[in-house]
């Protein structure tokens, strides 16, 4: 299948996804999520599975072939062609990992194996989740729990190895037990610098308008330059290249601005709706801008994933009838279900460019439904989307949206994507 049409299913996947942890989770709140960490995570699980858990798994990923070879193929290739750290060549800064920790009681089968190290590029670590015994005494049941913790570090501290230490404690006290059996995760950091830098002797602050009617001051980014914007019927979308390496590779934010301050939701539903109208909505020509604004903003956000998929019609692998038997060499593959996602992003976005953290192929014809001649204002002072993308295959990293950008932590750079198997 080609890949130009698998990566636009992964785009309606992104969209989609966003929409909806956005309505179930995140009403409220500032949001950003890398819908790629997700799709790639449960790649590896329908990678493991086999019968109706396989089938309903990569149907939900938009593998219509129902092909794992396609699945393969896609993943294998998005980890090659995006996910390759450009800083070398100039570029922005990737840094991807995937990993699989088993339990050493349970060898992974020879097919599983070699599609985890050679498709997905992951680490395999046997890692020591618990201690049989018949009849447990209390010291031997402390001594289960000081496993768990054990294994948990390892697992946090491989995530801190392969980032650079950007990303520290990323599962939570409590979140392995002795009852944990394997662990499928991935971590993304990304950090590009925008083509041309804003000035920050310029940056002023100004009002925000929310979504209740109040409004906050915050710092805006402001410009008098041309800038990457097309105008449509009820938003704007402003387009930030980020500044590009030797490689073919081309990542850019884009930010989806409702004309109508309260008109953020309605925009996410018709975006959602048109999913694959999204290139067309993506400007590739500069134009005179009259007044630019866009506010700084750093986002965390974390949630427990299982409910919002289960929402979108992925039940099977989180069943107890679930079919990872493909997974592990023991009959007791038969019995392995995923029992929680763990997923944490983290972005900050200012005059010098983007930070952003979590888990993300074919060329893409990208036009512009809007060409207009006269000068546009754009003025983010009130919410909106953004998403930041390659351009080159079209692959959707992370999306969010911004509600309050007041609204900041200080905190370390943690993304995760974890899956759990009891």
């Keep these: 299948m080609a890949l130009r049409v698998l990566i636009g299913r992964q785009t309606s996947f992104a969209i989609s996804l966003s929409k909806h942890v ?156 002795k009852g944990t059996r394997l662990v499928l995760g991935n971590a993304l950091y990304f950090k590009g610098s925008w083509t041309e830098k804003f000035d920050a002797s310029k940056t002023l602050n100004s009002e925000f308008y929310l979504l209740n009617g109040t409004s906050v001051e915050v710092a805006f980014i402001t410009s008098t330059k041309k800038q990457f914007l097309s105008s449509y019927d009820g938003f704007k979308v402003l387009r930030l290249p980020y500044k590009q390496g ?69 039940v099977s692998p989180f069943s107890a009838d679930a079919d990872l038997s493909e997974m592990v060499d023991s009959p007791f593959g038969r019995s392995l279900f995923v029992s929680s996602i763990f997923h944490k992003s983290f972005i900050e976005v200012n005059e010098e460019g983007t930070v952003a953290t979590a888990a993300s192929a074919a060329l893409a014809t990208i036009t512009s439904m809007a060409l207009p001649m006269n000068p546009l204002n754009f003025e983010a002072d009130h919410p909106f989307m953004f998403l930041i993308r390659e351009d080159t295959t079209g692959v959707v990293l992370f999306t969010g949206h911004v509600l309050n950008p007041s609204i900041a932590q200080s905190i370390s750079l943690d993304l995760g994507q974890f899956f759990f198997f009891p």
Excluded at 270 to 288: H, Q
Excluded at 290 to 314: H, Q, R, T, W
């Design 22 to 177: 956005g309505a179930a989770i995140a009403s409220d709140t500032n949001l950003v999520l890398s819908p790629l960490s997700i799709h790639l995570a449960l790649a590896l699980v329908a990678a493991g599975s086999s019968g109706y858990t396989f089938n309903q798994t990569v149907s939900f990923l938009g593998i219509r072939s129902g092909k794992l070879a396609d699945l393969s193929s896609l993943s294998s290739q998005i980890v090659a062609l995006v996910l390759a750290d450009g800083l070398p060549r100039g570029g922005p800064r990737v840094s991807f990992a995937n990993g699989v920790f088993v339990d050493s009681s349970l060898p992974l089968k020879p097919s599983f194996n070699d599609i985890v190290i050679n498709k997905f590029k992951a680490e395999v670590n046997a890692v020591d989740f618990q201690t049989n015994c018949s009849r447990c005494s209390a010291t031997t049941v402390l001594e289960l729990f000081q496993k768990a913790d054990v294994a948990l570090n390892e697992v946090n501290s491989w995530v801190e190895n392969v980032t650079s230490n950007l990303i520290k404690e990323l599962l939570p006290p409590g979140s392995v037990d």
């Design 246 to 314: 030797q490689d073919k590779r081309s990542f850019s934010m884009y930010i989806f601005l409702p004309d109508a301050k309260d008109g953020l939701w309605d925009l996410e539903e018709r975006l959602n709706s048109e999913s694959e109208l999204l290139t067309r909505y993506l400007p590739m020509r500069k134009v005179e801008v009259n007044k630019f604004k866009m506010p700084k903003f750093k986002i965390s956000f974390g949630f427990e994933a299982s409910s919002v998929l289960k929402g979108l019609g992925l």
